[in-house]
């Protein structure tokens, strides 16, 4: 990269990270009550010192990061609630995985959503929230598996209750259009939530393994490489390959690309400092993965990362934009070298068979030069925990109006 294009870069990184603790500020929705000052007159006028209310936002985040609750483990006799908080999806779709889910000792218990298709959702917004909160508030439920991904998670967000979702913390797990929800209850309820199969997937004996270790074993799931599913000549179907040199160690934070890029601005949005962020996506063109990592660098979320970890991206490979004629790894490799930090592709999270079950929020290690990530933190506990603090102030009554969707 030439001196004068690292040097406007450089300069859009500052300008980045300043524009989004600002708008942090603007926005925050996470302070817990016991941080919010006694209301005053002047509440109404607009802040002037907006560089306080950020650190301040960010002091807090940080004491709920501290704080990271992990679920109670999975253990066989456990019960376990299939949802559809997106696209609808009937038992029969899901067979397999009810198959493999009972296979493993866990009793299924299906919501409401499951079999209940309206329009292009499961059930309406409101009715697929609720559908999650009984099975977050049941106590004879030990975990949520999400049924598909498809469409439709971030419309619900709104109408969730982080404080109860803290209060009573379970395994809740998915992907794809489920990162929103995953992200949501880092970010908002400070619990630990995993990037991992859901009901409709192929549960082959790799990616079974995962999910058992991860959800069922207190111990830290340590060392996970290369599948071994894909060894192609094609970029997407490479093995796992090192786009940066180097390792560095943090949070385990992300999802699918089109969904972490979608919920930035909002009170959902990851926190990618000292982060492992780790990104998939499916049969997007190159240059839109190209424009969703440029709004991840203004919003100043890749400066903070310190590694980055490309699952399998998989139908992505060549632009059929004859104005942009770059492919997914010229995309990849040009944004490694911007960003600067160990990275590599070929992660096996995302669209794929053979997956992994990502704890998100826990901490890890990516090394690029052994292609090897290293989980570090156990993801459940076995002993079930229970939290009574407040993480977030009320809902976030602006989206929850009859007309915040348009007309129902």
Request: contains cysteine; aromatic residues 8%; hydrophobic residues 40%.
């Amino acid at each position: 990269m030439n001196p004068e294009r690292r040097q406007f870069l450089q300069g859009v990184a500052a300008v980045s990270v300043a524009g989004a603790l600002g708008f942090t500020a603007a926005a925050g929705q996470t302070l817990p009550a016991s941080a919010l000052p006694a209301a005053t007159d002047a509440d109404s006028a607009p802040s002037t010192n907006t560089e306080k209310d950020a650190s301040t936002l960010l002091a807090d985040r940080e004491s709920i990061r501290r704080q990271m609750i992990r679920p109670a483990a999975l253990h066989k006799g456990s019960k376990v609630a299939l949802v559809a908080p997106a696209s609808g999806v009937s038992q029969w779709d899901i067979r397999d995985g009810i198959r493999t889910l009972e296979s493993l000792g866990l009793e299924i218990v299906l919501g409401s959503t499951i079999n209940n298709v309206k329009e292009f959702l499961s059930i309406s917004d409101e009715e697929r929230a609720a559908d999650f909160m009984q099975f977050i508030e049941r106590s004879d439920i030990d975990g949520i598996v999400c049924a598909r991904g498809g469409y439709g998670v971030m419309r619900m967000l709104p109408y969730l209750d982080y404080d109860l979702i803290r209060r009573y913390p379970k395994v809740v797990v998915g992907y794809s259009d489920i990162t929103a929800l995953v992200n949501a209850i880092v970010a908002r309820s400070g619990v630990m939530a995993f990037h991992g199969p859901v009901a409709y997937s192929t549960f082959d004996d790799y990616t079974t393994k995962y999910f058992r270790k991860t959800l069922f074993e207190e111990a830290a799931v340590g060392e996970i490489g290369d599948s071994g599913e894909f060894n192609h000549r094609r970029f997407s179907r490479r093995k796992m390959l090192t786009l940066h040199p180097g390792s560095a160690t943090g949070c385990l934070c992300g999802g699918n690309l089109t969904l972490v890029v979608s919920t930035l601005g909002t009170p959902y949005e990851i926190d990618t400092r000292d982060g492992v962020l780790f990104l998939e996506d499916v049969s997007e063109e190159p240059y839109k993965l190209d424009r969703m990592l440029t709004q991840l660098w203004l919003a100043g979320k890749l400066q903070q990362c310190r590694a980055l970890a490309f699952g399998r991206f998989e139908k992505c490979d060549r632009s059929a934009n004859p104005y942009f004629p770059h492919s997914l790894e010229e995309v990849l490799r040009d944004w490694t070298e911007r960003v600067g930090v160990p990275a590599v592709y070929g992660l096996p999270v995302g669209h794929i068979k053979r997956k992994i079950t990502v704890p998100v929020g826990a901490r890890a290690e990516l090394d690029a030069d052994n292609l090897t990530l290293n989980i570090l933190d156990p993801a459940v506990s076995l002993t079930p925990a229970r939290s009574t603090i407040r993480v977030n102030v009320e809902p976030v009554e602006h989206l929850l109006r009859d007309d915040a969707f348009g007309t129902r």
